[in-house]
């Protein structure tokens, strides 16, 4: 039998034994609550300091032409075009633009951070004085463009660019403000100019033309179709801007023509959307409407 004064014992070792183990749970459960603020704090703080160090490239390097900088903030092992390395691989292709556009000033419009990657959206202005690829305008363009910056131990590691490349040759006047005008057949009766415009890394332009062409001679075959012809123009890393127009005798026609093509598409066993992945590919394509005066 147990007495009153044995369960009182009892009762008090149990209370003590609680006393001692609360102060130790609230303590670990502190302790992981300041871990887990600190270790916020710490990622909020990189983010941070991966956005300054794009601030730094834009309104530092560029803007100010300090292009010593860069090889504090682009790693060794970037690489750029034609495989080039470090800070200098970086700088190189801004160089013939600045050179053209020696006034050239870019303004960040958008900057966001998260985990190692930092976006950016931008728009520049310059006047061009000194021809760009053998073309002279004497023009004030502005220009837009978006990048993605992957960033290591305070430095850009790597780099995916996206600028309005046909913007700039429309500004350029190497291309009409509506492409809409370079096929030289009007669209009337229901008639509609589908036109694709891709941009194409100097690597992947043989087998984008031998795509290309393909393309165009199954598209000759098919009902409703009337004329369509392709525009090209090399840049000065090598990379190739094409333009195609295809002139359809109405929308039906079109809309029957795209369901023939995904049908030989994979007939062929060929995917355009893995094919323009791989070779780094970007297009844009709708059907545009003649602007009249």
Not at 238 to 248: D, F, K, P, R, S
Request: charged share 25%; glycine share 6%; net charge positive.
């Amino acid at each position: 039998m147990i007495n009153n004064t044995t369960m009182k014992l009892l009762h008090n070792r149990a209370y003590v034994m609680i006393m001692l183990i609360i102060p130790g749970i609230i303590n670990a459960q502190g302790t992981n609550n300041i871990k887990s603020n600190k270790n916020k704090e710490i990622n909020m703080n990189t983010v941070q300091q991966n956005k300054e160090v794009v601030q730094k490239v834009f309104e530092q390097a560029l803007n100010k032409r300090n292009f010593e900088l860069l090889k504090e903030v682009i790693a060794d092992d970037f690489t750029g075009l034609q495989g080039k390395k470090g800070a200098t691989a970086f700088q190189e292709p801004i160089l013939p633009l600045i050179k053209s556009f020696p006034d050239i000033q870019w303004k960040i419009e958008e900057l966001i951070g998260e985990g190692d990657k930092v976006a950016i959206y931008w728009k520049w202005q310059g006047t061009q004085t000194a021809p760009f690829n053998n073309v002279a305008t004497g023009k004030t363009i502005t220009n837009e463009g978006r990048a993605t910056f992957t960033i290591k131990d305070g430095k850009i590691i790597s780099a995916h660019v996206l600028t309005d490349r046909l913007g700039f040759l429309q500004g350029l006047d190497v291309l009409p403000a509506d492409v809409n005008v370079l096929y030289n057949k009007r669209a009337h009766n229901g008639q509609v100019n589908f036109i694709d415009k891709f941009f194409v890394p100097a690597a992947a332009i043989k087998e984008f033309q031998a795509r290309v062409k393909i393309n165009r001679d199954f598209i000759k075959k098919l009902p409703g179709f009337i004329e369509d012809a392709a525009y090209e123009y090399t840049d000065h890393d090598g990379n190739l801007i094409c333009i195609t127009v295809a002139l359809w005798q109405s929308q039906e026609a079109l809309n029957k023509a795209k369901e023939a093509v995904q049908a030989e598409y994979k007939k062929d066993g060929f995917d355009p959307a893995e094919m323009f992945k791989k070779l780094n590919i970007t297009a844009d394509r709708g059907i545009y409407t003649q602007l009249h005066d």
